[in-house]
Structures are given as C-alpha cells and as structure tokens.
C-alpha cells in the first residue's frame, strides 16, 4: 500500500514563499505522473500543478510563474516551490500519484496571511 504524506505547510506573509514536499511509502514516482491540488474553505479541489513520468509539468494560470513543481526520484519526493505567496493561495495543499491506481495524501495547511 502506497502512502504519500505532505508536508511544509504553515503560515507565510504575502510575498513570501513556502516549499511543500510529499514523500511516498514506495518506488511510484518513476512510472507515475504526479500532482499538487488544493482547496480553500468552501471551494471545490482544483489541481494547481502536474509533472508527467518525462518531466513536462503544467500549471493552473493562477500560479503560473510563481509555483514550481519538481520530483526526486531517489528519495521518492515531490515538491511544490510556491514563492510570491497571496491572501488567495490560503489553502488544504494535498499531493496525488497517478500510475493505475491514484494515490492522495492527508493534506497540509497552507496559510498567507499579514
């Protein structure tokens, strides 16, 4: 049973930056594409970041130039850089593994506050 589990939330002003990690139980990041999604209180799940099995990484247009998403296979990690921080990046930041099966973590708390 993979397990992926996040990590590096916390409080950050804006302007500043955060670095998320997620690091998974098993070897899947090799032969998974993964993702960085998040969620603020009363909104829907939106997926902020993806990076494929050959490096080629997307982003949602609210993040773009700002966030960065980049893996370690050896140490089983993936990462999510977030610099230049906004009030609107507040957030529950969850990683995924998708392979064939789709693997979530449990969450951490982002929070861009003064």
């Known amino acids: 049973q993979v397990q992926l589990v996040e990590s590096g939330g916390g409080l950050a002003q804006p302007g500043g930056s955060l670095r998320l990690s997620c690091a998974a139980s098993g070897s899947i990041f090799s032969t998974s594409t993964m993702y960085w999604y998040r969620q603020a209180p009363g909104k829907e799940r939106e997926l902020v970041a993806a990076l494929n099995t050959i490096g080629v990484s997307n982003y949602a247009d609210s993040v773009k130039g700002r966030f960065t998403i980049s893996k370690d296979n050896a140490k089983n990690t993936v990462y999510l850089q977030m610099n230049s921080l906004k009030p609107e990046d507040t957030a529950v930041y969850y990683c995924?593994?998708?392979?064939?099966?789709?693997?979530w973590g449990q969450g951490t708390q982002v929070t861009v506050s003064s």
């Open positions: 995924r593994a998708l392979n064939r099966r789709s693997y």
